[in-house]
């Protein structure tokens, strides 16, 4: 990996464990998202003027697996929401995106999507799994089941479960979008993602709108932070970075493998910033996941 590929994907390691953090720094709700993914739906309008698309030929199944990317990820900003609003953000953050990473193997492999993962896939599989377990027991000396499927019970596996569907259907739709775009793939990504996020702040805009306690979060709390607008500022340049540094290597498994950094990272800032307990379970684990997704991606 080059030094330019290597500071992208640095610096979008720390934005997206930074968006990560604002969200449990400031207990995000539904109205918390609305303002966070509608910034990004602002940042990437100019994809709109500059992607040719014949929008003719996109078809009903387009909008379709985009509704479905779009609820998908409303889901995925509900279980989030609440993760952080019960959880420490040095477990959270670790599960909710190693968890997907075995969900959407299985999904794939059940539904003949992708090719048969290879031994040191399932290897990789093996150590995440066994790291999600370890990370949120209390110490070694006291392993419980129960302390695993508490942690990741509700919220976390909301998370996960979103995660894992919009990843699953966002590699159909865009596909099909690439098709009938004629721009660069950067390009024709930031304007799947305008339309994408777009859906996913009116839908949850909605949501909020029907419930009182979240109309008091949007226009009380939210719109006078700056926390939900550099939480989408953050987001989207992290995915953004990640896109650019595509150019500057050869293999895209080194920029995959590296970006799982941003796990360790949100361990620390929630252990320096936020006061949580580091043990040494949490330590192992979190190890645990970074090398197993590492092992995936090879």
């Given at each position: 990996?080059?030094?330019?590929?290597?500071?992208?994907?640095?610096?979008?390691?720390?934005?997206?464990?930074?968006?990560?953090?604002?969200?449990?720094?400031?207990?995000?709700?539904?109205?918390?998202?609305?303002?966070?993914?509608?910034?990004?739906?602002?940042?990437?309008?100019?994809?709109?003027?500059?992607?040719?698309?014949?929008?003719?030929?996109?078809?009903?199944?387009?909008?379709?697996?985009?509704?479905?990317?779009?609820?998908?990820?409303?889901?995925?900003?509900?279980?989030?929401?609440?993760a952080y609003k019960k959880q420490d953000i040095s477990i959270?953050?670790?599960?909710?995106?190693?968890?997907?990473?075995?969900?959407?193997?299985?999904?794939?492999?059940?539904?003949?999507?992708?090719?048969?993962?290879?031994?040191?896939?399932?290897?990789?599989?093996?150590?995440?799994?066994?790291?999600?377990?370890?990370?949120?027991?209390?110490?070694?000396?006291?392993?419980?089941?129960?302390?695993?499927?508490?942690?990741?019970?509700?919220?976390?596996?909301?998370?996960?479960?979103?995660?894992?569907?919009?990843?699953?259907?966002?590699?159909?739709?865009?596909?099909?979008?690439?098709?009938?775009?004629?721009?660069?793939?950067?390009?024709?990504?930031?304007?799947?993602?305008?339309?994408?996020?777009?859906?996913?702040?009116?839908?949850?805009?909605?949501?909020?709108?029907?419930?009182?306690?979240?109309?008091?979060?949007?226009?009380?709390?939210?719109?006078?932070?700056?926390?939900?607008?550099?939480?989408?500022?953050?987001?989207?340049?992290?995915?953004?970075?990640?896109?650019?540094?595509?150019?500057?290597?050869?293999?895209?498994?080194?920029?995959?493998?590296?970006?799982?950094?941003?796990?360790?990272?949100?361990?620390?800032?929630?252990?320096?910033?936020?006061?949580?307990?580091?043990?040494?379970?949490?330590?192992?684990?979190?190890?645990?996941?970074?090398?197993?997704?590492?092992?995936?991606?090879?």
């Amino acid at each position: 990996m080059g030094k330019t590929a290597f500071l992208l994907i640095l610096l979008s390691v720390f934005l997206h464990a930074g968006w990560n953090f604002l969200s449990k720094a400031n207990r995000p709700s539904k109205a918390f998202f609305v303002l966070a993914n509608g910034t990004v739906a602002l940042l990437t309008i100019p994809f709109v003027f500059i992607v040719p698309v014949a929008w003719g030929e996109l078809g009903w199944k387009f909008w379709l697996l985009l509704a479905g990317s779009v609820a998908f990820e409303v889901i995925y900003a509900i279980g989030l929401a609440g993760a952080y609003k019960k959880q420490d953000i040095s477990i959270a953050y670790p599960l909710a995106r190693a968890l997907p990473v075995l969900m959407v193997a299985l999904v794939t492999l059940l539904f003949g999507l992708g090719a048969v993962p290879e031994w040191t896939a399932w290897t990789g599989f093996a150590v995440v799994a066994l790291g999600c377990i370890i990370l949120p027991q209390s110490s070694f000396g006291n392993l419980k089941w129960r302390e695993f499927v508490k942690s990741v019970s509700g919220f976390i596996l909301l998370a996960a479960l979103g995660t894992t569907g919009y990843t699953v259907v966002d590699k159909v739709a865009t596909a099909q979008l690439m098709k009938v775009a004629a721009a660069s793939k950067i390009s024709e990504l930031g304007l799947y993602l305008f339309l994408m996020e777009t859906g996913v702040a009116l839908a949850l805009l909605i949501l909020v709108l029907f419930s009182g306690r979240e109309r008091v979060e949007l226009f009380r709390k939210n719109l006078k932070s700056p926390a939900p607008y550099l939480c989408g500022l953050f987001s989207g340049a992290a995915y953004f970075l990640v896109l650019a540094a595509m150019g500057f290597v050869d293999n895209v498994s080194f920029l995959q493998a590296f970006r799982q950094m941003s796990l360790p990272v949100g361990v620390i800032l929630g252990v320096v910033f936020l006061h949580e307990k580091l043990t040494l379970p949490k330590i192992i684990g979190t190890v645990m996941i970074v090398l197993g997704l590492i092992l995936t991606v090879f």
